[in-house]
């Protein structure tokens, strides 16, 4: 019985990676494909720094733990305890990894990878969950009072919905696009050089759309 509880809690923290990194990676273009929708701007990526990236896998975690909860409530224990872990995890793990891996290719002078970012994105989903599940199928914690979780949710909150539109001057909410820092912080006045996508026979000027990267280098 215990096998069968844990097992169908560890599949709805994998289906939450899944679901992550695919709610994730569309919020990533969603704020564009909108025609930049100001109130969209909460859950969606608005630029290219550190910050946004985080914040594009934190509200689909959010919103998974809240369905999730109907489902396995009865067989998880210290559940909101979990979530909030795998919440604050997930950012300090791909951040870490992030520039560990920039450290790396700068030190080394190999050039930078795709699909290295998105692994490095999708693993610290993944450690977050992971710290989720390993507190969902402990014995029930005595000591995390309710108000700390409480005040985990309300940081995470409050910090996720709030930088994008009143964002600190920091390397970690500074536009970086093309690996390169453009002193440019939360919504932008100017999108036309970072446009991904073009309307049907909408012309493409040099040096901006998905050009503009090939072009800095």
Known sequence: MVIRKNTKLLLWELGCVLWICFAGSSLHFAFELSDYWTPLALVAAVNESIWEHLKIYFWPGLLYAIVQYTYTRNIANNYWLGKVVAL??????????????????????A???????????????????MCSY????????????SKYVTAGYASLVF?????????????????????????????????????????????????SSIWYCANKQ
């Open 88 to 109: 604050a995890v997930t950012p300090v793990v791909i951040t870490l990894s992030y520039h560990g891996y920039m450290a790396w290719v700068v030190s080394s002078g």
């Open 111 to 129: 050039a930078t990878s795709v699909g290295a970012i998105l692994l490095i994105m999708c693993f610290g989903v993944l450690a977050g969950q």
């Open 134 to 145: 390993r507190i969902l199928v402990s014995d029930p914690y005595r000591m995390a009072p």
């Open 159 to 207: 910090m996720f919905s709030t930088f994008t539109f009143f964002p600190p001057q920091l390397f970690l909410f500074e536009n970086y696009l093309c690996y390169q820092y453009t002193a440019e912080y939360g919504i932008l006045d100017d999108y036309e050089p970072y446009r991904m996508f073009r309307r049907p026979g909408e012309e493409v000027s040099e040096g």
